[in-house]
């Protein structure tokens, strides 16, 4: 890794890593420290195939433990902003049911991994359309009570900013079995990058969070799985 061009400052990394004394999710920011080998290293230490990563003496496991799509390091950032975000998920919540155990396991960690994403996907529509509602009903008052400190730091909860994610999900070949999420030999990783390639290639041809109305409310979702692209747009 090129760390001289990471710390430059052109373009931001946030490196996901979990505190394995108190479990809580931290992010290792460019924007806010210069990221070095260990932090890295610490957001991919996967137990129990890698020992935790000491940084600053606490030591730290992969953050995909408590989850591998961590939107809250993109939606949650101050100050907000208009936001297209690309999510990459490897796990799909949907499949066929398992025939034996191997495929019991393979699906078990599919739908754990891949319900997450969904649990942060449904999370931020809620809580941004809140934020545009609270944000409306604030102009809805009189100046008089606009000009209220209290009601000013209330209002200050809403926002005006759009919302576009585009949800990327990898769908397994028959050849993947339920160590996918730690099998990382050449030719899974060939194939990986290939599928993200051609699906990214796909979305952005396709463009569609550009037909989201910015007046909207919600949370524009695009889903590309795999070879087939799929669009939804759902209020909440």
Not at 5 to 34: E, K, P, Q, W
Not at 76 to 85: I, K
Not at 97 to 125: C, F, M, N, Q
Not at 170 to 184: C, I, L, N, Q, V
């Amino acid at each position: 890794m090129d760390f001289e061009r990471i710390n430059a400052g052109t373009m931001r990394l946030s490196l996901g890593a979990v505190n394995l004394h108190t479990g809580r999710t931290v992010y290792f920011d460019s924007a806010r420290r210069r990221i070095s080998p260990e932090h890295v290293l610490a957001s991919t230490a996967l137990p129990p195939a890698f020992p935790p990563v000491a940084v600053d003496g606490e030591l730290y496991w992969d953050g995909g433990i408590v989850s591998n799509t961590p939107l809250e390091a993109v939606l949650d950032d101050n100050p907000r902003r208009d936001t297209l975000c690309f999510m990459v998920d490897l796990f799909d919540a949907r499949g066929e049911a398992p025939r034996d155990l191997e495929e019991v396991l393979e699906r078990h960690k599919d739908i754990t991994y891949a319900s997450r994403s969904g649990r942060h996907i449904e999370y931020y529509r809620t809580s941004h359309r809140l934020r545009r509602i609270i944000n409306e009903l604030y102009h809805r008052l009189p100046a008089a009570e606009r000009d209220n400190p209290r009601v000013r730091e209330l209002a200050a909860w809403g926002c005006t900013t759009s919302m576009s994610i585009v949800h990327m999900i990898y769908r397994s070949g028959p050849a993947e079995t339920y160590s996918k999420d730690y099998e990382f030999s050449r030719a899974s990783v060939q194939d990986h990058w290939a599928a993200g390639l051609r699906d990214a290639r796909q979305a952005l041809t396709e463009r569609r969070w550009q037909t989201h109305d910015p007046d909207d409310p919600s949370v524009e979702v695009e889903e590309v799985v795999s070879d087939a692209y799929r669009s939804y747009h759902r209020e909440d």
